[in-house]
C-alpha cells in the first residue's frame, strides 16, 4: 500500500511542480513568461561561459587515460589498497572518479557486465559512485560559471571528502560483503 502511494507521488510530482510554480508566479502578479526567459537567457550565457572550462577539463582527462599515467597509477597502488581490500579492477573507477562522473559511470556498467552487479566488485563499484564525487568537475563547471579563481582549499576540502568517502565504501563492502 505504501509503495503504491510513493510510486504515484513520484510519478506525478514532476508535473505538480510544473503546473504550481508558474500558477503561484501568476497569482503573485510575476510575469512568469518573461521570467522563464529571462531565467534560460542567463542559463544559456553561463553554459557558453563555461566551455572552455569543460573543453580544458575534457582534454586533462584524456591526456590522463591516453598517456597511460592512470594504468601506471593503479600498478603502483594496487599492492596497498589490495592489503585493505579493495581489488585491483576497481582501481581505475577510484582514481578517475574525481574527474568524470559519465567516464565513471561507464566503467563501473563495464565492471557490473564483466563481474555482476551482485558481486564484490560490483557492489563496491556501486558504493563508491555514491560516496564520492566529481570534484574536479565539480570545481570546474561550478566555480568557473560564477567566477571563481582561488579554490586551493576547496580542491583539499573535495579530495579528503572522495579519499574519506572511497575509504568508507571499502571498509562497508568488506564488512557487508566478505
Not at 558481486?119 to 560559471?145: E, H, K, N, P, W
Amino acid at each position: 500500500m505504501l509503495i503504491d502511494v510513493l510510486t504515484v507521488i513520484s510519478r506525478w510530482a514532476i508535473p505538480f511542480l510544473l503546473l504550481v510554480i508558474p500558477v503561484y508566479g501568476f497569482l503573485r502578479k510575476v510575469p512568469v513568461y518573461e521570467a522563464f526567459i529571462e531565467g534560460a537567457e542567463e542559463g544559456f550565457t553561463t553554459a557558453v561561459k563555461i566551455i572552455p572550462f569543460l573543453v580544458g577539463m575534457l582534454v586533462a582527462i584524456s591526456v590522463f587515460r591516453a598517456s597511460g599515467a592512470m594504468e601506471s597509477l593503479s600498478q603502483l597502488l594496487g599492492p596497498a589498497l589490495r592489503t585493505i581490500g579493495t581489488p585491483a579492477e576497481v582501481l581505475p573507477l577510484a582514481i578517475m572518479r574525481p574527474l568524470s562522473g559519465s567516464g565513471v559511470l561507464g566503467m563501473a556498467t563495464e565492471l557490473m557486465r564483466t563481474y555482476g552487479p551482485d558481486s564484490f566488485i560490483g557492489r563496491l563499484a556501486s558504493t563508491m559512485q555514491g560516496t564520492t564525487d566529481t570534484t574536479f568537475f565539480v570545481l570546474t563547471v561550478y566555480f568557473g560559471s560564477v567566477g571563481i579563481t582561488r579554490y586551493r582549499y576547496s580542491i583539499i576540502t573535495g579530495l579528503t571528502a572522495d579519499i574519506t568517502g572511497l575509504l568508507a565504501s571499502i571498509y562497508i563492502c568488506n564488512l557487508l560483503f566478505r
